[in-house]
């Protein structure tokens, strides 16, 4: 149907009546439906079930169907990093690195330690006598011309707390990776997941320069399957790529990990949502300029850790008690290496 000058078809609004009718630059009528088009379906209790399972702006988008509801919307919610934040601490010790390409404690160090990789892991069974704990890290290199940062973030394995963190911005893409190669050995050889573009590549080169080898590997995903493919280091994206952000969003918002620094927490109030609900970052105006233009690499550093620690098992080197002579579990490994040596044998 066209018209040739405004009509009000219908009075009141799409939330009461469900209807809703407007004139288009073209003259032509949009009607949209809303819920109280089927008020037998939509009564007022499922409403308000579904708006508290859908809290915020999901709900408008989604029922209201008010398009860019989630434009400035923070993608971390407040308490979620309420949460995080509860849980910071100071470090154990600063580190640096030395001469040989080591760390050693330093007053004034740049890497922040929260973990001993010496210590027991917490809650070891009693029948351990010794376990290394495993560590996955997280990179991201910047230029080192005093603008964004060069960063490493990493957890432990088994319980996904903070275990280390590592800012400066004005360090090399080639010195970034020698540092991170030297927290790699410090925490019992962990996997770094690194970005693999732009300046991330030298700082991949400089790591393997340094022999250290445990660096993730971007993976091929197929039907039913996930394996490592020969490209190392993250490939895609960083705060626009949903395959980074949405598990660290879901680890956040459900509190899979445990964040120990305070400024890796005050980050994750930088992003936030534009109007085509794609994760930008703010520019704080309140900032000193210095601090502008800081793109809150922690957070993309602490996201790229997730894969590196999924990737690990939890624990290496276990040390178990060996069992009492006489005990019912001696005598049962006693019995099967009878078994085993009376199979026989073909060469």
Same mark, same amino acid.
């Given at each position: 149907?066209?018209?040739?000058?405004?009509?009000?078809?219908?009075?009141?609004?799409?939330?009461?009546?469900?209807?809703?009718?407007?004139?288009?630059?073209?003259?032509?009528?949009?009607?949209?439906?809303?819920?109280?088009?089927?008020?037998?379906?939509?009564?007022?209790? &499922?409403?308000?079930?579904?708006?508290?399972?859908m809290p915020?702006?999901?709900?408008?988008?989604?029922?209201?169907?008010?398009?860019?509801?989630?434009?400035?919307?923070?993608?971390?919610?407040?308490?979620?990093?309420?949460?995080?934040?509860?849980?910071?601490?100071?470090?154990?010790?600063?580190?640096?690195?030395?001469?040989?390409?080591?760390?050693?404690?330093?007053?004034?160090?740049?890497?922040?330690?929260?973990?001993?990789?010496?210590?027991?892991?917490?809650?070891?069974?009693?029948?351990?006598?010794?376990?290394?704990?495993?560590?996955?890290?997280?990179?991201?290199?910047?230029?080192?011309?005093?603008?964004?940062?060069?960063?490493?973030?990493?957890?432990?394995?088994?319980?996904?707390?903070?275990?280390?963190?590592?800012?400066?911005?004005?360090?090399?893409?080639?010195?970034?990776?020698?540092? &991170?190669?030297?927290?790699?050995?410090?925490?019992?050889?962990?996997?770094?997941?690194?970005?693999?573009?732009?300046?991330?590549?030298?700082?991949?080169?400089?790591?393997?320069a340094a022999?250290?080898?445990?660096?993730?590997?971007?993976?091929?995903?197929?039907?039913?399957?996930?394996?490592?493919?020969?490209?190392?280091?993250?490939?895609?994206?960083?705060?626009?790529?949903?395959?980074?952000?949405?598990?660290?969003?879901?680890?956040?918002?459900?509190?899979?990990?445990?964040l120990r620094?305070?400024?890796?927490?005050?980050?994750?109030?930088?992003?936030?949502?534009?109007?085509?609900?794609?994760?930008?970052?703010?520019?704080?105006?309140?900032?000193?300029?210095?601090?502008?233009?800081?793109?809150?690499?922690?957070?993309?550093?602490?996201?790229?850790? &997730?894969?590196?620690?999924?990737?690990?098992?939890?624990?290496?080197?276990?040390?178990?008690?060996?069992?009492?002579?006489?005990?019912?579990?001696?005598?049962?490994?006693?019995?099967?290496?009878?078994?085993?040596?009376?199979?026989?044998?073909?060469?």
């Amino acid at each position: 149907m066209k018209i040739t000058r405004p009509t009000v078809l219908i009075p009141g609004n799409e939330i009461d009546v469900g209807l809703h009718a407007r004139l288009n630059s073209n003259g032509f009528v949009a009607v949209t439906l809303g819920m109280g088009a089927d008020p037998e379906t939509f009564t007022p209790e &499922l409403v308000a079930a579904e708006q508290a399972g859908m809290p915020g702006w999901r709900f408008q988008r989604e029922y209201k169907r008010v398009w860019d509801a989630q434009r400035g919307v923070p993608v971390f919610e407040e308490p979620w990093l309420a949460h995080q934040e509860a849980g910071c601490r100071d470090p154990l010790w600063r580190m640096d690195i030395n001469a040989d390409g080591k760390l050693e404690k330093s007053r004034n160090g740049r890497v922040f330690i929260w973990i001993d990789p010496a210590e027991p892991p917490p809650g070891m069974p009693d029948e351990w006598t010794q376990a290394t704990r495993l560590f996955g890290l997280g990179a991201d290199v910047g230029k080192g011309v005093a603008e964004s940062d060069s960063t490493c973030v990493g957890f432990a394995v088994d319980t996904m707390e903070q275990a280390v963190e590592f800012r400066d911005n004005t360090i090399s893409a080639s010195d970034h990776g020698r540092m &991170l190669a030297a927290i790699g050995r410090y925490l019992n050889d962990a996997l770094i997941c690194c970005v693999n573009k732009m300046h991330g590549i030298e700082a991949i080169r400089s790591m393997i320069a340094a022999g250290y080898a445990r660096i993730w590997r971007t993976k091929v995903q197929g039907h039913l399957t996930e394996y490592n493919a020969k490209t190392i280091g993250w490939m895609r994206g960083e705060a626009s790529d949903d395959v980074l952000f949405d598990p660290w969003i879901d680890a956040v918002q459900y509190a899979k990990i445990q964040l120990r620094s305070v400024t890796c927490v005050l980050q994750h109030r930088h992003y936030i949502y534009d109007q085509y609900g794609r994760i930008v970052h703010q520019r704080l105006a309140d900032e000193a300029i210095e601090l502008r233009k800081r793109h809150s690499d922690l957070v993309i550093a602490a996201a790229l850790a &997730l894969p590196a620690c999924r990737d690990m098992p939890k624990y290496r080197a276990i040390e178990r008690r060996k069992p009492h002579p006489r005990s019912y579990v001696a005598r049962r490994r006693r019995w099967e290496q009878q078994q085993d040596l009376a199979k026989p044998r073909t060469w």
